[in-house]
């Protein structure tokens, strides 16, 4: 079955950076769209990015102002997120997240907190 394992979040003081990792199981990683989410408190889940199968072209949400890289290791089956210049309003769950057969698939996120 599908699974993503995220990892790699933590408590960081702003301006800082974080590498976020998602490890992925159970379908063809290598040919499918991976995307970014974040939730933050009282706030509905958004998309961060998403990373294309092929080319590795990404896409980012308007907020993310060229601060976030998202890149894939298709050999590892591994999805990452690098974030920089990190604000307080980037505290969030982040998820990683597969559409698969028609379903949407989510890891159990990774708490990242921007805080002095």
């Known amino acids: 079955q599908v699974q993503l394992v995220e990892s790699g979040g933590g408590l960081v003081q702003p301006g800082g950076s974080l590498r976020l990792s998602c490890s992925a199981s159970?379908?063809?990683?290598?040919?499918?769209?991976m995307s970014w989410y974040r939730q933050a408190p009282g706030k509905e889940r958004e998309l961060v990015g998403t990373?294309?199968?092929?080319?590795?072209?990404?896409n980012y949400a308007d907020f993310v102002e060229g601060r976030f890289a998202i890149s894939r290791d298709n050999a590892k089956n591994m999805v990452y997120l690098q974030m920089t210049n990190l604000k307080p309003e980037d505290t969030a769950i982040y998820y990683c997240n597969v559409y698969y057969f028609d379903k949407m698939y989510w890891g159990q996120g990774t708490q990242v907190t921007v805080s002095s």
């Open positions: 990373i294309s199968w092929y080319e590795d072209s990404t």
């Open positions: 159970g379908f063809d990683f290598a040919n499918y769209v």
